[in-house]
């Protein structure tokens, strides 16, 4: 499907008489894979094995998944560094140091990005506090 070849496939669970793919991928050799969710028997060993980057839930267990995905990174002989780490946390503009701080600490363990969840963004004062003091904090990070 992202190479110029697009004939047939035949896989153990699907079979394909084309194996088209149009418009082709910006990037080559295809486009990045992401993976996400925190389980550590298979979720985090397919990160390992087959993921550019992984997306996990914020919160306390966090250290600790990221752990158990270098230990599964050591296990396949990837280098852990190499995947890109995202989480996906519920920041809350209500107390802007707090929120600030937790982004210290996700950067402090290596993720590179955080998706996010802000309560109250039917208001514009949730978005002004993310725009005035959230996100200036964090691109110095």
């Not at 894979?33 to 550019?52: C, F, N, P, Q, S």
């Not at 995202?86 to 503009?93: I, S």
């Not at 802007?96 to 701080?101: C, G, L, Q, R, Y």
Request: charged content about 30%; glycine content about 10%.
């Amino acid at each position: 499907m992202w190479s110029d070849d697009d004939g047939p496939f035949d896989g153990e669970h699907y079979t394909l008489t084309r194996t088209m793919n149009v418009p082709q991928p910006v990037r080559r050799p295809r486009p990045p894979i992401l993976i996400g969710g925190g389980g550590e028997k298979k979720t985090l060993r397919m990160v390992a094995r087959y993921a550019d980057a992984c997306n996990l839930f914020g919160g306390p267990d966090l250290e600790h998944k990221l752990d158990v995905l270098r230990t599964r990174c050591e296990e396949v002989g990837r280098d852990y560094d190499e995947i890109e780490k995202t989480v996906m946390a519920r920041l809350d503009p209500a107390d802007p140091k707090a929120t600030v701080e937790e982004l210290r600490g996700y950067a402090a363990l290596g993720v590179q990005h955080v998706h996010t969840m802000v309560p109250g963004v039917s208001e514009i004062e949730p978005l002004r506090v993310f725009g005035s003091e959230i996100i200036p904090a964090a691109a110095e990070m």
